[in-house]
């Protein structure tokens, strides 16, 4: 059975591995060509080598999982299968175990590539604000490099799987499933992650950051009342007060003009030491969510008629 679940599905096999070569070539390209230490310089290669990854974990597992139970039921040849010794939970963990064995070896090494290239290939600034020079925080920086490439194809495979259990359309399971993955990344980016691991907190008179915090993915900064961290109920984080715009922009004026207003500048970030407590946070929620969602597909196939 399991190497009928391989021939069955190594056109497809082929075609990402394919994609894949495509991608690291590509990559390895724009790296040898890529000046270090520049974050300034613009390449169009390397805007696409970003969008790329940020888009090509998800494209992988979706073009995996979501033919992966639907072509069957949509051609009716799972009826053949089942009609023999094979049991419709052996045939739907074996073809969950291949599709993830199509996934994960050629992500992992795809990761072990972009580790590479994400210290050769400068970001500009136009693609994340002050651009970035090899594994960072930032969103841009975090999500096309570390472990969370593999838990993004893993998570992508899992949702076209059980996509395409239920709907038995591989078409129509790769399409929701882009927009689900889609809408699961954003929330994971926006409401878990900053919370992963506890932020740090930078508190001063004069809004100057301190050497180092460009690398950091600063969650909230402005003005608050003295002896505030977070705004009061109802209140959001203030500007520079306007009664110190017109003051001589040093330091120690802007310091003294905010004691004057009973006001302090504080940022709340993810400092660039959080990186590897946040990757692996991240991963495992969406490997989790992955065998979760595995198993439902199973749960669907094994309830599923004729």
């Known amino acids: 059975m399991t190497w009928v679940a391989w021939r069955v599905h190594r056109g497809l096999l082929l075609v990402v591995l394919v994609g894949l ?22 390449r169009t290669i390397s805007y696409l080598s970003v969008a790329g990854m940020l888009t090509l974990p998800c494209l992988v597992g979706l073009a995996v999982g979501a033919p992966l139970v639907a072509t069957d039921l949509q051609h009716a040849t799972h009826r053949l299968v089942w009609s023999q010794d094979v049991t419709r939970l052996r045939w739907a963990l074996i073809k969950l175990a291949v599709g993830t064995a199509v996934v994960l070896a050629p992500m992992a090494g795809l990761t072990l590539l972009v580790g590479w290239w994400a210290t050769r290939v400068p970001i500009p600034h136009s ?43 591989p078409g129509w399971a790769f399409a ?4 689900v993955v889609t809408v699961v990344r954003v929330l994971v980016q926006t409401a878990v992650r900053p919370h992963l691991a506890t932020p ?15 690398s950091a993915w600063i969650l909230r900064e402005g003005w608050l009342p003295t002896g505030r961290l977070s705004p009061a109920a109802g209140s959001t984080w203030s500007p520079f007060p306007d009664q110190c715009l017109s003051a001589t922009q040093s330091d120690a004026t802007l310091a003294r003009c905010a004691l004057r207003t009973h006001v302090h500048f504080v940022a709340i970030f993810q400092p660039a030491s959080h990186y590897w407590a946040l990757q692996a946070g991240e991963s495992a929620i969406f490997v989790g969510a992955s065998v979760l969602l595995a198993a439902l597909s199973v749960l669907v196939v094994v309830r599923r008629s004729a």
């Open 200 to 214: 740090e907190v930078l508190s001063n008179l004069t809004g100057s950051a301190p050497v180092g915090l460009g």
């Open 127 to 169: 693609i994340v604000v002050g651009g970035f020079y090899g594994r960072g925080v930032a969103p841009v920086a975090f999500d096309t490099t570390g472990p969370v490439i593999v838990a993004y194809a893993l998570f992508a495979f899992a949702i076209g799987a059980l996509l395409g259990a239920v709907v038995a359309r």
């Open 21 to 42: 070569v495509a991608s690291c070539t590509f990559l390895a390209i724009d790296a040898a060509s890529s000046t270090p230490h520049v974050l300034d310089e613009w």
């Open 176 to 179: 929701l499933g882009a927009a």
